[in-house]
């Protein structure tokens, strides 16, 4: 007769059993299982700039100057080439946030020190999902479990402006530089307009019924521990969930980019978004604001303005506007926060934003 498996040892006494830890050929069959998927998924990548010229130019037989050729050579590139940078990243951070539960976030916030706090929640909102839709269960989690105000909004600036799905968009598409620049730039802002909310004492201007509220403490304590295959199909959620919800942005974003990119002037761009006019960057950021999108969808139409002749800083600076400051967030934050508290935060976040713009015209 066999003997008790590894997982068994122990529920006969009434003990919680163990999960049994990996071996060695697993770990080996995991990892070479993922090598492979790498390196096919690689070879697709490296293939899209010659399937897209054959598609367009061959296939469709569009001539390479005229102006549709040009907009449909670009859509039939960034689309696949989007999602796929998209589909990875999201899948390696499923699996990274399977070791972490959002009741440890607000454990390590609410126990740190204002300053120190503003860094870390800024941190931890680059590697930390969020939408219009969960701000409102996320600010109030936070404020209830005892995380200072000016730490929380440091995380609410930066979940959306530089989370990992912007970083790695830009650096597939613009390279490592541009990307650095754009998550320094996204941090500072983050963790100073924190520390400036916390300063000037806003409190009073949070909803009276949010204090009042308690969500659910530890959220049940800490997640069992998983198997690596567990975790795998984390990623694999993560992909279903952020993919699915994102693709029509990213579509219609791509869109977007592929008529500038076809149709409109690099003069005329140059003109309206370029360094040498003042007021290029409040213009973008105005702009930026009632618009609705993420960065699967805003940075394919950053990257055609790029190319049209728009000045670095003023189109960082309206990318900024569109996922920091969106109108629809603005809205969705009324149901935690008061007029003039929202009034405070747009106005700090958009000093910070007018400044990275102009900052960047000037230097690059």
């Not at 300063?199 to 009042?212: D, L, P």
């Not at 567990?230 to 279903?240: D, F, L, S």
């Not at 800083?313 to 900024?320: I, Q, S």
Request: hydrophobic share 55%.
């Amino acid at each position: 007769m066999d003997g008790p498996r590894n997982e068994d040892i122990g529920t006969a006494n009434g003990q919680v059993a163990m999960p049994v830890r990996p071996g060695v050929a697993e770990i080996a069959g995991i990892f070479g299982a993922g090598s492979i998927a790498l390196g096919i998924w690689w070879l697709v990548y490296t293939g899209l700039a010659p399937f897209s010229k054959w598609f367009t130019f061959s296939l469709l037989a569009l001539p390479p100057t005229s102006h549709l050729g040009t907009a449909v050579e670009f859509f039939v590139f960034d689309v696949p080439k989007v999602l796929m940078l998209l589909i990875l990243v999201v899948f390696a951070v499923g699996i990274v946030r399977s070791f972490f539960t959002p009741a440890m976030a607000r454990r390590v916030l609410a126990g740190e020190r204002e300053a120190a706090g503003n860094i870390l929640a800024a941190l931890l909102g680059v590697a930390t999902p969020f939408c219009s839709c969960s701000a409102v269960p996320l600010f109030i989690g936070f404020v209830t479990s005892g995380v200072p105000l000016g730490v929380t909004f440091s995380f609410l600036v930066a979940a959306p402006m530089v989370n990992e799905i912007a970083l790695v968009l830009l650096f597939g598409l613009f390279g490592w530089k541009i990307a650095a620049i754009y998550a320094s730039a996204g941090l500072i802002i983050a963790m100073a307009s924190g520390w400036a909310i916390g300063r000037i004492g806003m409190e009073k201007h949070v909803e009276e019924w949010v204090f009042s509220s308690f969500i659910g403490g530890e959220e049940g304590g800490p997640e069992p521990s998983l198997t690596w295959q567990g975790r795998i199909r984390h990623g694999i959620e993560a992909v279903q969930d952020i993919v699915g919800k994102v693709w029509p942005y990213l579509l219609a974003g791509i869109g977007v980019g592929a008529a500038i990119h076809g149709y409109v002037p690099e003069d005329f761009m140059a003109g309206i978004m370029g360094a040498g006019a003042w007021w290029s960057v409040p213009l973008a950021v105005l702009i930026g604001i009632p618009m609705y999108s993420n960065a699967a969808g805003i940075i394919p139409i950053v990257q055609a303005l790029l190319g049209k002749g728009a000045a670095l800083g003023t189109a960082l600076a309206f990318m900024m506007s569109v996922i920091g400051l969106s109108l629809p967030e603005m809205i969705i934050l009324r149901k935690v926060l008061k007029v003039r508290l929202i009034a405070a935060f747009i106005g700090i976040v958009g000093m910070g934003i007018l400044v990275v713009g102009y900052l960047f015209n000037a230097l690059l």
